[in-house]
């Protein structure tokens, strides 16, 4: 079996700003006329064709009925089709660099082709929209946040990627110039505040100072924490409630260490603030072996009234090697540890990441964006075990195509199965 890459346009190093070249078909142009998708599968069971125009859905009837000869066809027969994925927490500033050897680089050029690499990677599997964490400040200053910004100007019509401005400290006199930075970053680009109040000496302090800054600009807030302090989780909840467009935090880990009652109450806590909590069940190695973080307890959370997503969280750096940047694999491993039905968990990639990355709803209905992920399969359940073979729709075109071919070359195989002689079929799911 071969899993291939992404069939993606090629980009040119020479002038980021101009926008990548375009291989026909995939996130070029806008079809004249609009895209047809025939015979898609839905989640109700209903096999059906989907029109799509100006980036939206525009109609959605029975397989056969909605025929035109001058739309783009796409043929999705053995596929299901889903609203797409989104990416609520990646680290683009640091992907790829798990294999470099000596220190990570964060020149600008350097950052910023690992940036694009690793939003190219996520949208393969299906994510049209990320939210890239970046750190800012410490040596580094706001070099890597001015390098994400131009991947995502280089990104335009693949992708939508949106930068997350993360300081280190924001309190006392090393906290300055934190502040001072993350104000700038604010007005070069970044349209979510973040950090880790977790690392500052003053975590309440620092939890202020986001939030203060954040209603000035009207930015949402993403905060990274273990969860493990139920007093710590208790302030931030009681600050940030009332907060618009809102604030999320995460992994959250801690939550599962915590007794049972002090949990409980940590999430009601949450649920009241109306703060999200974006989980990653993938995991983060290094703080694994050093602290023995899990992923939050989702059942916990859900049943408390949290807005619950999921992300992938670290792409082949220092916390994850071997991330892939998958959202169905962080749905699949809700479903499989997480106490999740399938259904749910896939939601928490797809529709509760959309809503906490402030991005419209997707339904596969007339009028909601075509935002989309068709895969081969006929159920939530069999994609999220064996997703290989996908196609993706950002703003009504398809921008990305993986597939899968699966090869059985002993002719006693066939026969034991009773298949044709060849051995040879097309991978499914």
Known sequence: MSDSQPQQPSHSSRNPAEGPSRAPGLGGAPEAGGLLLAGARLTDGRTVDVRLGGGRIQAVGTAGSL??????????RGYLLLPAPAEPHAHGDTALTADGEGPVSYGLDEVQRRATEAALLQLGHGATAVRSHVRIGDVHGLGPMEAVLQARRSL??????TAVAVPRLLTGAAGADGLAMLRDA??????VIGGCPDLDPDPTGFVEAVLELAAEHGCPVDLHTDGDDPGRLARLAAMAGGLRPGVSIGPCGGLSRLPLEAASRAADQLAAAGVRVTCLPQGDCAALERRGLRTAPVRLLRAAGVRVTAGSGALRDAGNP?????????????????????????????????????LPEVRVEAGFPAELLAVRGDRIAGVLSLAYSRIVIHRGRVVARTSAVREYCDSAVAVALDLPRQGRTESGA
């Open 186 to 191: 604010v007005k070069m680009g970044a349209s």
């Open 322 to 358: 071997v991330g892939r940047g998958d959202p169905l694999e962080a749905a699949y491993l809700l479903a499989s540890q997480g106490g999740l039905r399938a259904p749910e968990a896939y939601e928490t990639v797809s529709s509760a990441a959309r809503e906490a990355m402030g």
């Open 67 to 76: 025929t035109a000869p001058t739309l783009s066809r796409v043929d999705l």
């Open 156 to 161: 335009r019509g693949l992708a939508d990627l």
